[in-house]
């Protein structure tokens, strides 16, 4: 089967000093900045940005819907459609682009605060106060949820996916009170480093408490993961930032 030049893209990824190209046939194909990918937008630095910007475009764009219907339904239609049109938007593939910016999440928080004041009439209390009547969580930590469901799932033995390989068991031979069950692989930067699922991890398993570690079944781990929001997450989200003071470490 040829390929057809016209549907190829090149997608180059790393430091590089020149505008990259390739041949097919007798054309040629530039590299593209970004490219679209089983319904994620991946732009050459790995940051999402795009694909992010896209999600909160269109999740702003259900909200305006239901701002205009709200007043013909009641509250158990509207807090469906919540979920189905807006909430939704934030649910697809979570673990690619978790490690987005503060600005990014700020703008996340927004939309999500705007929407649960609509579902519940409700425009006098925090967000913080909106996501307790919701029995629900920000979309960041949603994702955590999401990533601890993976390492249980690795952890049991379950897992025959990617996430497999990439965070390792660690195997001693003594017992320790505090022993962490995967290795925290070592660092050089923020961006690759510390802003990676490998490395988040581990870190973020250690936070889980002993009971919901110890449940025997997916079902029942999902269940309780779902309700658990982490203390002291020492992800750059969760830490105070202060402007030109910079990140606030907490003990």
């Known amino acids: 089967m040829k390929m057809n030049a016209g549907k190829c893209h090149l997608f180059v990824s790393g430091n590089k000093h020149e505008h990259m190209w390739a041949k097919i046939g007798e054309e040629k194909i530039w590299e ?40 013909y339904l009641d509250f158990n239609k509207m807090r469906l459609l919540f979920k189905t049109f807006f909430d939704s938007q934030f649910k697809y593939c979570p673990l690619t682009w978790m490690f987005y910016s503060r600005t990014t999440n700020n703008k ?5 605060e705007r929407a649960l004041r609509l579902v519940y009439n409700d425009y006098i209390s925090t967000f913080e106060e909106l996501l307790v009547k919701d029995h629900s969580f920000t979309v960041y930590h949603y ?13 049991s033995g379950q897992s025959e996916t990617i996430f497999s390989e990439l965070f ?22 923020v961006y ?10 581990p870190i973020i398993w250690n936070l889980i408490p002993k009971e919901i570690k110890s449940c025997e079944t997916i079902a029942s ?31």
């Open 32 to 71: 593209s900045k970004t490219v679209k990918l089983l319904g994620i937008t991946i732009d050459n630095e790995l940051k999402f940005d795009d694909h992010l910007s896209n999600v909160c475009k269109k999740a702003q764009q259900k909200l305006t819907v239901l701002t205009r219907i709200n007043k």
């Open 192 to 201: 690759k480093g510390s802003n990676s699922i490998r490395y988040f991890g």
């Open 168 to 189: 390792e068991r660690k195997h001693i031979s003594y017992y320790l009170r505090s022993q962490p069950e995967f290795v925290i692989p070592q660092i050089k930067t």
């Open 143 to 155: 994702n955590i949820q999401t990533l601890c469901i993976e390492m249980y799932k690795v952890f």
């Open 108 to 112: 996340i928080n927004k939309l999500h």
């Open 221 to 251: 781990f999902s269940s309780k993961i779902r309700q658990w929001k982490p203390d002291n997450c020492p992800c750059r989200i969760c830490k105070t930032f202060l402007p030109n003071v910079g990140f606030l470490e907490t003990n």
